[in-house]
């Protein structure tokens, strides 16, 4: 048996690159351009994730007013700023580093808009909600990039959004169980990452060139999604001569019925009628979208 420990961490079975994809530009929003990797026709959903964009927009272009209902959204801001305004009147800006961490529950109405010059990009992830979570109560958690924690050992650094690793641990509240790491790997680095067993488990690539799985596997660079097999972690080398940037999620399974019109996912055909039911009638945690407006005026069809 191989100990695991802050200090001694070892991986019984490491796990493969079962799927690889790259994810290329695609239009969302108004004006906006996203690399959807799951969430795309041939990756409908990777339980419990529903979508994973790298986004960019460039102002007047955004994601002005939209719903959501069932799931919840994770922005991580890589370059630039966006300005999240909702029905509430929750108002804030995300930059660089930041996370928001939004628990849509049974229901929000929002605008997300560049808040900068030139252009902002991100991750946008979106993680499904159990039966009995999506009509909760919505919910933010935000933290700004200074104060999200940050490990650093063996010429690897590691951001943690959600989940723990070299010995560091994140405060987000995760619904669904979820891990989120942000590394980056110096050139000779070699990393790994325990990742719970029964758990599905992915790497985007951000910047770089990186080794994942087996060390004689080929290199892989930026925009593609690798979807990892069963084992116990990750092993990734960089055995390039630059710094490889990755972001490793994983997620407990829901197993269960999904059906999604846009952004509002449940388990049945009733429950999205009556979800399309609730936003036409501003009934069931839609009360508040009659009346308001984001400062941009618009809104965004689905
Ligand atoms: C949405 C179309 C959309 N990816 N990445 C339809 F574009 C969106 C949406 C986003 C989004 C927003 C940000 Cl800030 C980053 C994104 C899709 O807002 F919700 C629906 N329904
Ligand atoms: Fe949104």
């Known amino acids: 048996?191989?100990?695991?420990?802050?200090?001694?961490?070892?991986?019984?079975?490491?796990?493969?690159?079962?799927?690889?994809?790259?994810?290329r530009p695609q239009h969302e929003g108004v004006g906006a351009v996203v690399r959807r990797s799951i969430g795309r026709f041939e990756l409908r959903y990777f339980d419990p994730f529903l979508v994973l964009d790298e986004f960019s927009v460039t102002a007047p272009a955004g994601f002005p007013d939209h719903p959501h209902r069932g799931f919840e959204t994770v922005t991580y801001m890589l370059q630039g700023a966006v300005t999240h305004e909702d029905f509430e009147g929750h108002k804030g800006t995300i930059g660089t580093g930041d996370i928001q961490w939004?628990?849509?529950?049974?229901?929000?109405?929002?605008?997300?808009?560049?808040?900068?010059?030139?252009?902002?990009?991100?991750?946008?992830?979106?993680?499904?909600?159990?039966?009995?979570?999506?009509?909760?109560?919505?919910?933010?958690?935000?933290?700004?990039?200074?104060?999200?924690?940050?490990?650093?050992?063996?010429?690897?650094?590691?951001?943690?959004?959600?989940?723990?690793?070299?010995?560091?641990?994140?405060?987000?509240?995760?619904?669904?169980?979820?891990?989120?790491?942000?590394?980056?790997?110096?050139?000779?680095?070699?990393?790994?990452?325990?990742i719970p067993d029964s758990w599905n488990a992915f790497v985007y690539v951000l910047e770089g060139e990186g080794i994942f799985g087996r060390s004689k596997s080929s290199p892989v660079n930026a925009h593609h999604l690798l979807l990892l097999g069963s084992?116990?972690?990750?092993?990734?080398?960089?055995?390039?001569?630059?710094?490889?940037?990755?972001?490793?999620?994983?997620?407990?399974?829901?197993?269960?019925?999904?059906?999604?019109?846009?952004?509002?996912?449940?388990?049945?055909?009733?429950?999205?009628?009556?979800t399309i039911d609730d936003f036409e009638n501003y009934t069931n945690g839609f009360e508040k979208a009659r009346h308001w407006r984001s400062e941009s005026g618009l809104s965004l069809d689905f």
Not at 146 to 168: F, H, M, N, P, S
Not at 243 to 269: A, D, K, W, Y
């Open 102 to 194: 939004m628990t849509a529950g049974r229901g929000i109405v929002h605008s997300e808009m560049p808040a900068a010059q030139g252009t902002q990009k991100g991750l946008q992830l979106w993680i499904n909600l159990s039966s009995k979570n999506k009509m909760i109560e919505p919910r933010y958690q935000e933290i700004s990039s200074k104060d999200i924690a940050e490990a650093t050992r063996d010429g690897i650094k590691v951001r943690v959004i959600a989940g723990e690793a070299l010995g560091t641990k994140s405060p987000i509240y995760t619904r669904t169980p979820t891990m989120y790491l942000d590394f980056t790997l110096d050139p000779g680095a070699h990393l790994q990452q325990p």
């Open 231 to 274: 084992g116990d972690g990750l092993e990734a080398w960089n055995k390039s001569s630059k710094s490889l940037r990755f972001i490793l999620v994983g997620g407990e399974p829901l197993c269960e019925p999904l059906v999604q019109f846009g952004p509002f996912v449940m388990n049945t055909q009733e429950e999205i009628d009556q």
């Open 1 to 23: 048996m191989l100990e695991k420990g802050n200090s001694c961490v070892g991986l019984n079975e490491p796990r493969l690159v079962a799927r690889k994809f790259l994810a």
